[in-house]
């Protein structure tokens, strides 16, 4: 499979926050644009032996080999195989005070949109199966809820090491 021709390089404004949002599950979800190196079509995964399920697996992007991270498992949601509409989001992350590069499988990737500061709130403590602390702010667009992820509190709770 050859990448997508999405290249993001974008930064909020004032008012709110450039997202690519994306779907896990059948839930919508979004990561800061300026994370977001480039959105890949499914490409060959390599299994690594022993690593946990949540970063399991190694891609080769661009002559680097990159882990490859699935946000499901750290929310609880049912894992799927690859369909025609999956992709991998290349991200950079500062991991330990290092920027890395690591890919996150994604069900279907939407678009690059904003998220006005007014249309976000803090995840209650109570009313959702997810962890409130692996959830930055929660966004709502029209009648749907869009999950901004607190990656730094994930890697943390699901080891870094799985992500070196």
């Avoid at 004032?14 to 499914?42: H, M, P, Y």
């Avoid at 409130?132 to 709502?140: E, T, V």
């Avoid at 749907?144 to 943390?156: E, G, N, S, T």
Wanted: proline share 5%; hydrophobic share 50%.
């Amino acid at each position: 499979m050859q990448a997508q021709s999405i290249t993001v390089s974008a930064t909020g404004g004032d008012d709110g926050l450039e997202v690519l949002t994306f779907d896990l599950a059948g839930e919508t979800f979004a990561l800061e644009a300026v994370l977001v190196r480039e959105v890949l079509d499914r490409s060959p995964e390599t299994y690594v032996p022993g690593a946990p399920s949540f970063a399991d697996a190694v891609i080769n992007f661009r002559g680097r080999i990159i882990p490859l991270a699935d946000l499901r498992l750290a929310f609880g949601l049912t894992t799927s195989g690859s369909s025609a509409d999956s992709r991998v989001i290349v991200i950079e992350f500062e991991i330990d005070g290092e920027a890395a590069l690591l890919g996150l499988r994604a069900d279907k990737v939407y678009e690059v949109t904003a998220i006005p500061d007014a249309a976000t709130e803090a995840a209650p403590r109570l009313g959702t199966h997810w962890r409130p602390d692996f959830i930055r702010r929660l966004a709502k667009r029209n009648d749907d809820i869009i999950v901004l992820p607190d990656l730094a509190a994930i890697f943390a709770a699901r080891g870094r090491a799985a992500l070196s």
